[in-house]
């Protein structure tokens, strides 16, 4: 995968610029500067309707099929600006999406994370093979699942399930892996061993970390956005953001709990 | 004020009765849906049972190609021919309404948006209320010159003209069933594969057909089931005549069709009379059986 320069750890992979982003003239997200670098965990924090997932969205074009959704100013991503690609499809299968509710798609365990490399072109049953056990290994969920691997991945348990997306994601070779709020219908223990298997994947790939839970930026994340109301408030290091240096009052505030 | 909370757990109000009354109405409804299918069941079944008993030779009546029911001396009462006549004018009503109604079901539900989608639904819903002695009426007088043009045969009511037309006639309900069916998959499989990077058709084919076959299933056989039981199209469209098809430009005759044309002719009571009764029971045999399976696909017990 990224093995380009050994000293790409500064680079950024993703900029964005003057990033606006409305539904039907309707203003979500505007005046977003920022750049994310390879092999980091960003994270974004903020209450609801901020435009956290607007902005995944952008990210990975989703707002061709979101009606009404409009998106100006330039996002570049491995020094594309997605605005003017080609081939979106080559853009969303270089970018790994994990839902706030998990999705499995009903279909066996085996096919959910067969079907982005079936899609790619993968047709060796050997091939396959190996890489479903290495994505869900790497999901911690192949020791759970490698007897039924032919089951229904819609019947796993929420936590599951959501192991499942991530070992789907994985299956992509991802270059970044977005997580849009992953926790939300995951219980406490396995939230926890997503975040250690999050705390691996950095070494592989750059991590935009979407999450409702303050703290779970302050775990993982090297960086860490507030957006608020439409706005990205500030753009900081995630160790003294919760270490009271924050720049804008309104991020204290919501870090220790006070609005939100 | 008009609901004082009151601890007289025991007094049965104005909207106790009311909902004991709806449930009685919804009951009687029900009750009667089924009282009537059971009725019209043993009707048939009573008028054809004599034939059965006695005239019937089981093996000749679904294996003989002869229908001959008013012939004076030796009455001969095959259906083999009738069966061939429906099961190919079906057959080819299949091969035209499956990839119209799929089709058509996949603009709507996965291409289609706003006034466009309630403009082709109610479009649909409005062909498929075309009644059906209309549609005969376009295969006779339309369709039937225009296969002589086409094809250069003597005839063209034949298996082709009523398998057309009966394909045109099923595609509508198909399609709108099938359009169910997809939209019963939920939107966030369809994000989530098009997150992966899946083109338009990799998500229609992928994952939202494989979520869908239950429903799509039961659309080809409610398909079926409506070509089995459809009467007065195929009797204008076939042509009409005791016939196994060897070409799709052979005239045939339908079992519905069968009925229909003679059953006015008859004396009550008859061997012709109660072997077109017969001929009805093995239709609702036939009907019945395909309904149930659709139903059944339809509400997935496939997983069994
Ligand atoms: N599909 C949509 N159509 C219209 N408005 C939307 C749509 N999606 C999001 N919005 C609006 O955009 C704003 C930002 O939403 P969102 O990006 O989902 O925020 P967050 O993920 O931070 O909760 C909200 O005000 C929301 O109502
Ligand atoms: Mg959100």
Redesign the pocket.
């Known amino acids: 995968m990224v093995e380009e320069a050994p000293v790409a750890a500064a680079a950024p992979i993703l900029s964005v610029k003057d990033l606006e982003i409305s539904?039907?003239g309707?203003k979500?997200?505007s005046g977003v500067n920022l750049e994310i670098l390879e092999n980091e965990i960003f994270g974004i924090i903020?209450p609801?309707?901020?435009?956290?997932?607007?902005?995944l969205k952008a990210i990975n074009r989703m707002d061709i099929f979101?009606p009404?959704?409009q998106v100006r100013g330039d996002i570049t991503f491995a020094g594309h600006n997605v605005k003017h690609l080609k081939n979106v499809y080559a853009l969303r299968s270089a970018i790994g999406v994990v839902f706030p509710l998990p999705v499995g798609l009903p279909m066996t365990i085996y096919d959910n994370v067969a079907l982005a490399p079936r899609l790619r072109g993968v047709k060796s049953k050997v091939d396959l093979d190996i890489i479903v056990e290495h994505c869900l290994a790497r999901a911690a969920l192949w020791d759970e699942v490698k007897d039924r691997l032919n089951s229904l991945g819609s019947l796993l348990s929420g936590g599951q399930q959501q192991r499942l997306t991530i070992a789907r994601a994985l299956s992509q070779e991802p270059i970044l892996l977005m997580l849009?709020e992953f926790s939300i219908a995951v219980d406490p223990v396995t939230t926890m061993r997503i975040e250690d298997v999050l705390k691996e994947l950095k070494q592989e790939m750059t991590i935009i970390l979407?999450t409702n839970l303050v703290q779970q930026a302050n775990r993982l994340a090297d960086r860490t956005a507030f957006?608020l109301e439409?706005s990205c408030v500030e753009i900081n290091d995630t160790q003294s953001l919760f270490c009271g240096g924050a720049t804008d009052q309104r991020t204290t505030d919501y870090i220790e709990g006070r609005f939100g | 004020m008009n609901h004082p909370v009151t601890t007289d757990f025991d007094r049965r109000d104005r909207d106790w009765y009311m909902d004991k009354l709806v449930q009685l109405v919804v009951f009687v409804s029900g009750i009667s849906a089924i009282v009537f299918v059971i009725g019209i069941f043993i009707f048939i079944t009573k008028e054809g049972m004599g034939f059965i008993l006695d005239t019937m030779d089981p093996v000749e009546f679904f294996t003989s190609p002869y229908w001959e029911p008013s012939d004076e001396d030796a009455p001969e009462y095959g259906i083999l021919a009738l069966i061939a006549g429906t099961a190919s004018v079906t057959g080819l009503a299949l091969l035209v309404s499956i990839p119209f109604s799929l089709g058509a079901a996949v603009f709507i539900g996965e291409f289609s948006t706003g006034k466009t989608r309630e403009f082709l639904k109610i479009l649909i819903e409005l062909l498929a209320a075309i009644p059906s002695v209309v549609w005969g009426f376009i295969g006779l007088t339309i369709m039937n010159p225009l296969i002589i043009d086409i094809f250069d045969v003597p005839v063209g009511l034949s298996v082709l003209n009523a398998g057309i037309i009966l394909g045109l006639m099923t595609a509508p309900i198909m399609t709108s069933i099938a359009e169910d069916a997809l939209k019963a998959v939920p939107d966030r499989y369809r994000e989530a594969a098009e997150a992966m990077g899946a083109t338009r058709w990799q998500v229609i084919f992928k994952v939202v057909f494989p979520a869908a076959k239950n429903g799509l299933l039961g659309a080809v056989l409610l398909g079926v089931g409506r070509g089995f039981g459809e009467t007065m199209a195929v009797l204008l469209a076939t042509g009409h005549s005791v016939n196994i098809p060897h070409s799709i430009f052979d005239p045939v005759r339908a079992l519905t069709a069968t009925i229909a044309a003679e059953l006015g002719e008859t004396a009550v009571g008859s061997d012709h009379y109660q072997a077109l009764f017969t001929i009805g029971i093995f239709l609702f045999a036939i009907t019945f059986i395909i309904n149930l399976t659709a139903d059944l696909v339809v509400r997935g017990v496939r997983n069994g």
């Not at chain 1, 609801?48 to 902005?55: D, L, M, V």
């Open positions: 539904y039907g309707q979500a997200l903020g609801a309707n901020a435009g956290k997932t607007s902005f979101t009404g959704m849009d979407v957006f439409g």
